[in-house]
């Protein structure tokens, strides 16, 4: 597995070793023992979540507060997203910073995002089916999320000109700056 560390401390991009030929392909999604070795501790995941979503559709910037919050190992079975992670975690060097990749069916790339990061993706193919492991069970009570285009994260999203759709949830979403207050 290549292992890429992100400009956020804890955030890494995952490339599972993919086996292919004519018939297809076969890729070891997941492995308890190499996840742990690579994230440097023992994870516990509670809860795996499908969601699938059509071209233009923009999930997040989501999070669950203390002490819900949620560490996520995400990947794409069907399509291809831009997935977004922001440090929201107060006294982090990098705070308020965010990175971006391009997660797909033919890249099989993985991100892992540590408990107290917000989390987002776009849709960039005609539909996207995201698979995510968590770390903690959703709970409603302590969710948040941060609007997509706050101008104090200035996330560059390749939308293309288009307008994402959004849900009712997200377009009411918080400014990045109400996380302080």
Not at 26 to 43: A, C, I, K, M, Y
Not at 59 to 67: D, S, V
Request: charged share 20%; aromatic share 12%.
């Amino acid at each position: 597995m290549k292992v890429t560390r992100t400009a956020i401390d804890g955030v890494l991009v995952l490339e599972p070793a993919v086996f292919g030929d004519e018939r297809g392909f076969f890729l070891e999604s997941f492995n308890q023992r190499v996840f742990d070795d690579v994230v440097g501790h023992p994870v516990t995941f509670v809860q795996d979540n499908h969601s699938r979503s059509a071209m233009g559709v923009l999930r997040g910037l989501h999070f669950q507060r203390e002490p819900h919050a949620q560490g996520k190992l995400v990947r794409v079975a069907q399509g291809s997203v831009f997935d977004v992670v922001v440090d929201i975690r107060t006294g982090s060097p990098t705070y308020g910073r965010w990175v971006g990749a391009e997660l797909s069916v033919h890249n099989h790339k993985q991100v892992w995002i540590p408990p107290g990061l917000a989390h987002g993706f776009l849709v960039t193919s005609d539909s996207a089916d995201f698979l995510y492991k968590a770390t903690a069970y959703y709970a409603p009570h302590a969710e948040s999320s941060i609007r997509w285009d706050d101008p104090d994260l200035a996330i560059e999203w390749p939308l293309g000109g288009l307008q994402p759709a959004l849900s009712a949830k997200d377009a009411a979403a918080r400014w990045f700056d109400d996380l302080r207050g």
